[in-house]
């Protein structure tokens, strides 16, 4: 069995449509999205009679027509933002205090993901290709139910699924970040969640872990060290190991044959972690490059026979 | 990583003439605070390194006997600086750890990829560890022995086997400060420019506040107490006589002769986006300058240094004793029986052994401030490619316990005590220093030929680059500064091929770059292969999916 996976694509289009043509692509038989799904930029589109303003890359574009208006607003959605069209007494409203522009999020976020589901539906041929999504620490819980609904996607957070003799176990909360997240516990109360999952799997030998965070002090937890005010120390040259314990922990308790991880995107490594095979392909998401995992499986003997990481 | 302040250079920020807002950020990881301008600079300056590496190829000054520092330091820090705009644009559009290795992958192909950053960043720094190690030696070791009048120790250091001891020294060294991360050893880079900037400061103060006259003097009488030699200043300028160089008058002039010396200060210019290769995912027009302020007030710090440098040197020291000092040592004739380091003659204007000791141990600082990077690079390049599979799984091996990357250290440190022990013990080979500096311009010109057909290989990546909004009359001055930088590489590497001052273009040195692209390109169609075998296809790796 061949399996693609990517993660961390925070709503680039060009990314999911890309995901969505990588079963055929890989020939894989099955392609599972790791979390992080959701952008995390609004551009508002301001509309007035006749025109429609929009400032990106600090050009301002005033245009007239839709046409030029969907151009441009295509443009922001490949590049994972959201673009909202708004009047100009509509945007003078939008505030913090009072929720609305929390508000105004959640409804782009679904929306587009109602568009992306539809879009999944035609690709991969009804559910014929199995396509499992998981939620991230980045990804607010207004998400699970809309995915949850899609007839073609699997929405895999804190259950086991049986893939054909394999159970991929899926967990998108991760140990806590400077960001104050949506999906975040401390390592103890992470560690707990695990075990809830875990627990369910009835055959940890032919066990795959797909856990948003990656596991502590692996290569594939480095982020840039951060000082107090949230500013890269030395130059952005200092690493730091930022993964989970309770994730490590698990790895190597119950040494499933493969673990696969995002959250950090320019950790993209691999790691051996007693039998485990342990995959964080990163992301690149803003350049429009979908980064991934190939990895075959044999269903026989029940472990990684194959493993690649591309940049398609 | 995405910056909040570069996020609103890349959406928009404030609308113009508005107050609206343009852009809506929410709560969300990696949404961190631009890096600090000033620890770019300083990665930059001592990466340029003006003592490690400046003034060590200024000796060679004689080599090119009609050409004029001064003149052609300024050409190159122009010159370079269109280099730094051309890697600025790839560092904003293809943010990456991996620099060339990532962008020429992406944007040209996997294998030119691995062949140019597998010669350029990672078999090219073997040479680069004897190199070093050669330059700890002529600038600490030995003054600083030979001033606390330890002969014997001085004199070995002399020999092959001393020369040996210390490049396998310089290669320990390295191999340690990566085992043990950048965390602590960032921190004492800064302490190390700090410290070196203050001895460069204090050899500025005592060059100018001693006359020509004073330094005649005090190299007559330190050379005599520490060297035994009589009348080091004017032995020294007759056997420059002798053998038949003169120096041209210090000035701003011989444009054409300054020309050939550009090849040579590559040595040291060529480097100011050494460090540059990790920055935010959201890029604004604020991240393009930025990071453009970073590399190139680093490269023209060192430039002023230089040129600093030089109008003292030429002020105190005298530019005919300074040229020719370095040409009869370097032509085997010298007074002074070690290499006429300029940190040691400043330190002989004050009669003190302690304070001349003190002064080249600070001095030192530039050399210990850079020399733990020397295998950073190469091990995130051994790293990239053990990831593509290119390399076996086991190179990118970190050891559990001590975080050691054991396998990719092994690779650096081996080769590397290799080379040493030739550079040691054949000294024909000392010759091809800048094979050094060659074989890393030619990673620097496929880099710069990427750039310049970003634009058209990628449309989409360039329109969404802050990058791309840089122009002049219209055109994007980021292609354009590719183009020159492919002329500034053209020109070196043509210089280098065809005129046999730079020691480049003979037998020896010829079969010894072809080696590596060999060595590079057998470890490519190698790996292509047995990946193949094992039912795994590398042109895979960057083979784009469709998007429709």
Redesign the interface.
Known sequence: MKIFFATDI?GSE?CW??FL??AA??KADMVILGG?VTG?????V?VRPGSF????????HVVETEEEIRNIEQ?IR??G?YPTRIT?DE??E?NEEDGS??R??TTEMVSTLDRWLDMADAKLRGGEIPCIVNGG??DTFEIDGVIEASPCVTFAEGKVVNLDGFYLASMGYTNP?P???FREAPEVDLAKRIEEVVGQIPDMERAIFNFHAPPF?T?LDD????DA????????????AVGSTAVREAILTHQPMLSVHG?I??S???K?LGRTLAINPGS???????QGA?I?LNEKKGKV??H????? | MATVEEAAGAVGGKAAGSEAPTLFLRKATGLVRGWSVRDAIVYACLSTNIITLGIYEFSFNSFIPKGQLLTAVLISGVWVSFLVIAYTGLVVTIPRAGGDYVWQSRILAGPIGFVFAATGWWFILWLWAPIYGSVLNVELIQPVLYTLNARGAASYFGTHNGTFTICLITIALAGVLVSVGMNGYARIQKWCFAGGMVGFLVIVVLLLAYSHGSFVSSVNAEAHKIFGVSNAYGTTQASAAKIGYSTPGFGLNSFGASMLLVPMLMFYLLWPNWGTTLYGEVRGASDFKRVFTGMFSGLWLTVILSVVFLLLVDKTFGWSFYNNANATFWAGKGSIPIWPYPAMLAAWLVHNEAFQVILLLVMSLWFFGWVGSLFLSSTRVIFAAAFDRVLPDSAATVSEKRKVPMASLVLMLLPAAGLSAVYAYWIKFQTYTLDATLVIAVTYLVSAFAVVILPWRKPELWKASAASKFKIFGVPIVPVSGLVTMGLIIYNLYEWLSNSAYGVNNHGSLVFMALLYALAIVVYVAARLIRKRQGIDLGLINKEIPVE
């Open positions: 925070h060009v449509k890309k043509n990588s692509f890989y992080d995390k930029i609004m551009v508002p301001i303003e929009v400032t990106l890359s600090g050009e301002t443009k490949n590049r933002y100009p945007l003078g939008l522009i929390d105004r999020f620490n980045d970040t960001w104050d997240t002090d290569g982020a840039p060290a951060l005010s949230l500013r890269p120390m030395h130059g952005g040259a200092v690493m730091k959250h995107h320019e993209r490594g691999i051996k690149v998401y803003t350049d429009g490059v979908l190939v075959d026979t194959r690649i990481l591309v940049n398609g």
